[in-house]
C-alpha cells in the first residue's frame, strides 16, 4: 500500500525559505519510472503543480514558480524535500505530495496516490 | 491562470448525467495524455481517470472520459449526492519547458 506524508512549519514569515518534507512508504524512488510531484492549493481556489522529481534525479519545475523551487530526493529515507524560498502571503495554501507513476497498462504516468497535505500560512 | 480551462460549475439531479469540458491547445492536451482528478470537501484529489479514458481500479463505470483535439470531457453518469466535488483535469504542457499542468477545476453540484 502506497501512502504518502507531507511535514514542514504551519506558519512562515514573508521573505523567509519553507522547506515541506514528504515521507512515503509502499515504494522506492529508485524504481525505473516512478516519480513525486508537489502540488499546492490556496484556499478556495485551483490545485497548481509545482515540481516533479523522477528516479533518475530528473527534475521538473513550475516555469512561473523555477527560479524559488528545489526538489531532492532521499532515496534512503524514502523522502522527497521541496524548499521554495521568499515565501509571500500569495503562497498560503495547502501543499500536497503525490506519487506519480504509470498503471499497468497505462500509456502515460499520472498522480496516482496523494498526501493528506499540509496547510501553510504566509503572514508577519 | 491555468492554460486549461473548465467550466466554473455544473449541476444536475440525482441520476442524471453531467459533462465537464477541458480545453486547451496543442502544446498541452492535443498532444499529450489528460487526466482528471475528484476532490470531495476537505480531501486530497483522486485520480478518477488517466490516459484520456481509463480508469484506476475501484472507480465505477459511471466515470467516463475522451478526448478530441484540444479538449477533453469527463462524464458522470447515475449522479449521485457523493460525486458533489471539485473535478479536476490535467496534462502536460510543453509551451515553454515540460511542466505539468492543471485545468481551472470545476464544482459538481447534485441537486
Known amino acids: 500500500q502506497i501512502t504518502l506524508k507531507e511535514s514542514g512549519p504551519t506558519l512562515v514569515k514573508p521573505t523567509q525559505t519553507l522547506t515541506l518534507t514528504c515521507t512515503f512508504s509502499?515504494?522506492?524512488?529508485?524504481?525505473?519510472?516512478?516519480?513525486v510531484g508537489w502540488i499546492r492549493q490556496p484556499p478556495g481556489k485551483a490545485l497548481e503543480w509545482l515540481a516533479l522529481?523522477?528516479?533518475?534525479?530528473?527534475?521538473r519545475y513550475s516555469p512561473s514558480l523555477k527560479s524559488r523551487l528545489t526538489i531532492t530526493k532521499d532515496t534512503s529515507k524514502n523522502q522527497v524535500v521541496l524548499t521554495m524560498t521568499n515565501m509571500d502571503p500569495v503562497d498560503t495554501a495547502t501543499y500536497y505530495c503525490?506519487?506519480?507513476?504509470?498503471?499497468?497498462?497505462?500509456?502515460?504516468?499520472?498522480?496516482?496516490?496523494w498526501g493528506q497535505g499540509t496547510m501553510v500560512t504566509v503572514s508577519s | 491562470q491555468s492554460v486549461l480551462t473548465q467550466p466554473p460549475s455544473v449541476s444536475a439531479a440525482p441520476g442524471q448525467k453531467v459533462t465537464i469540458s477541458c480545453s486547451g491547445s496543442?502544446?498541452?492536451?492535443?498532444?499529450?495524455?489528460v487526466s482528471w482528478y475528484q476532490q470531495l470537501p476537505g480531501t486530497a484529489p483522486k485520480l478518477l481517470i488517466y490516459?484520456?479514458?481509463k480508469r484506476p481500479s475501484g472507480i465505477p463505470d459511471r466515470f467516463s472520459g475522451s478526448k478530441s483535439g484540444t479538449s477533453a470531457t469527463l462524464g458522470i453518469t447515475g449522479l449521485q449526492t457523493g460525486d458533489e466535488a471539485d473535478y479536476y483535469c490535467?496534462?502536460?504542457?510543453?509551451?515553454?519547458?515540460?511542466?505539468?499542468?492543471f485545468g481551472t477545476g470545476t464544482k459538481v453540484t447534485v441537486l
Open positions: 509502499g515504494f522506492s524512488l529508485s524504481t525505473s519510472g516512478v516519480g
Open positions: 490516459d484520456n479514458n
Open positions: 503525490a506519487h506519480r507513476d504509470r498503471i499497468v497498462g497505462a500509456t502515460d504516468d499520472a498522480f496516482d496516490i
Open positions: 496543442s502544446s498541452n492536451i492535443g498532444n499529450n495524455y
Open positions: 522529481i523522477y528516479w533518475n534525479d530528473d527534475k
Open positions: 490535467g496534462t502536460w504542457d510543453s509551451s515553454l519547458s515540460a511542466n505539468y499542468v
